[in-house]
């Protein structure tokens, strides 16, 4: 569905894209994780056809993205609302935009309303709402009509845990449905809640691709067994085995164990760290 | 059959552009329909000036009351401007322009969904002045309604064109409010709106004819009094002025700010 290719951004001395290649399938919810200024922004505003790469490809379902801006949802990072313009307003105009009209339109905006929450406060004006209802009327406003590619900028940032799990559920369901999502993030617990692919952003290039369990493997955990006599603490390929090695060893009585799993947060620190370094 | 099969689908589109524009023009009628402040102030101040003004242009002028009409109507549809560059600007604060951009319509279809409500607010402006100048001022009927009107869409469009292009090269809030209030004094008093130009002094006179104003406030007057050769010239200048900034503003808000062009 999205084709993204060796794709560069210079700004005056800033390096923002430096070969950037993506792909993403239909029905593919692919997480975007990487530092500030690794170029997740500049790449999510080049698929949205607002900037121009200087040099390397973007195709939308084959075609540019100057010819498939309606086939596009993008709730870019910041809040971009219209705060005189309510809720349903905000959805109709850019229902409106989209070519939804009349029953349908309406239909749309009920089905967002009740899927997003939105139903409390959808005849609010944008300015006079919480952050979190900001961010859930900005995804609406991405969703109303149903695009085959989702771009997701950091949509959940600053929101409550309700909000979050109302969005990532939508998301589910519309990846479900056969949408492509590109999802950018830095709650990497989200991207395992969407059973997500991952692909981890650094200086203006994917530096890994993967699922999580794949990107995971050969990544240390940490084992920690705490005794009458003192504290173990060791990094481990296989926490496991080594718990199980340490406690087959330890003559007194055994406090606490704890055992960590490597996870999302190691390997993007890991992955990152060493493109940097 | 095959130029109605060629046919269908352009009709399609168009209807399809047809809606998109109807859906960006009602939101921003909405969006100036729920900030009337501006718009108010420019229509009641106005009306006050020239209750306030009429008796001493009657005096000095021999066509006074005109004069205390379109001057003042020209100078607070100067300051009008604001409420266009406020409309543009707002899209850059709220970063909401580049969403639109990002979406099915196409550039024209923004621009005129943006262009129509705030010229229906200048127009409205100055019909709402002229009518007040008739029943109130004492101004005369206008001769011909239309070429008064036509010189009144022209005025409107001339300070579409401008407003838009002072939002789009503004960086920041206070530059815009510091541009409107003192470019629309500068503009609409060496025009002449205040101080006819016959009473300047000579080098004042000199440089009336660079300001926007002089040129709106002539065609105006001489539409007000139905002459179309006074009213065609200075219609001509403004149109020249619309070419210029109208360009230039579309070509800013067809490709957008890009990041950090705001202060």
């Avoid at chain 1, 951004?9 to 692919?30: N, Q, S, W």
């Avoid at chain 1, 993967?210 to 990094?235: F, M």
Wanted: proline residues 5%.
């Amino acid at each position: 569905m999205l084709e993204v290719n060796e794709l560069t951004k210079r700004y005056d001395e800033v390096r923002a894209l430096d070969g950037f290649t993506l792909d993403v399938a239909a029905g593919e919810i692919v997480g975007l994780v990487g530092h500030n200024g690794a170029g997740k922004t500049t790449f999510v505003e080049m698929v949205s056809g607002l900037l121009q790469p200087d040099s390397g490809t973007v195709l939308v379902g084959g075609r540019p993205p100057a010819d498939t801006r309606g086939e596009i949802g993008i709730s870019p990072q910041h809040i971009a609302l219209y705060r005189p313009l309510s809720v349903r307003e905000h959805l109709n105009l850019y229902g409106g935009i989209a070519g939804l009209r009349g029953a349908t339109l309406r239909d749309a905006i009920d089905e967002l309303a009740v899927a997003l929450q939105l139903t409390s406060f959808i005849d609010r004006r944008a300015g006079l709402l919480s952050g979190g209802q900001q961010r859930r009327t900005q995804a609406a406003t991405a969703l109303i009509h149903r695009p085959s590619l989702l771009l997701l900028d950091e949509p959940t940032a600053g929101a409550d845990p309700e909000t979050r799990q109302a969005l990532l559920d939508v998301v589910k369901q519309r990846a479900g449905e056969g949408t492509a999502v590109v999802y950018t993030t830095h709650y990497l617990a989200e991207l395992m809640d969407l059973d997500a692919t991952i692909a981890v952003a650094a200086k203006g290039r994917v530096i890994a691709r993967g699922t999580s369990a794949q990107l995971l493997e050969g990544l240390p955990g940490e084992v920690r067994v705490t005794a009458a006599d003192g504290e173990v603490h060791v990094s481990s390929q296989d926490p496991t085995g080594t718990l199980l090695e340490i406690l087959g060893s330890v003559r007194r009585p055994v406090e606490s164990v704890e055992l960590r799993h490597p996870t999302l947060d190691d390997l993007y620190h890991s992955l990152a760290a060493d493109h940097v370094h | 059959m095959s130029t109605d099969a060629q046919l269908a689908p352009l009709a399609t589109r168009f209807g399809d552009a047809l809606h998109r524009t109807r859906a960006l023009v009602t939101y921003n009628l909405l969006l100036r329909v729920r900030d009337p402040s501006q718009l108010i102030s420019y229509l009641i101040t106005p009306m006050v000036f020239m209750v306030m003004l009429q008796p001493l242009y009657e005096e000095a002028l021999e066509t006074g009351t005109v004069h205390a009409v379109t001057g003042q109507l020209v100078m607070f549809s100067v300051f009008a401007m604001a409420i266009v560059g406020n409309a543009i600007f707002v899209e850059r604060e709220w970063r909401t322009w580049d969403r639109l951009r990002a979406s099915r319509a196409a550039r024209w279809e923004l621009l005129v969904g943006k262009a129509v409500p705030v010229f229906v607010v200048l127009l409205f402006q100055q019909a709402v002045l002229f009518v007040y100048g008739v029943a109130v001022i004492g101004m005369p009927l206008p001769v011909s309604l239309p070429l008064l009107l036509a010189a009144m869409s022209i005025w409107g469009v001339t300070l579409l064109a401008m407003g838009a292009a002072l939002a789009t090269l503004v960086r920041s809030r206070g530059d815009l409010i510091v541009a409107c209030d003192v470019g629309a004094i500068t503009v609409s008093t060496v025009g002449g709106t205040f101080l006819p130009v016959d009473l300047m002094p000579g080098w004042a006179q000199d440089i009336a004819p660079f300001s926007p104003g002089y040129w709106g406030l002539s065609m105006l007057r001489a539409a007000v009094e139905g002459d179309v050769a006074e009213t065609f010239r200075p219609a001509l200048v403004c149109l020249a002025i619309v070419l210029v900034t109208g360009a230039f503003a579309t070509y800013r808000l067809a490709h957008g700010w890009g990041r950090s062009h705001l202060v």
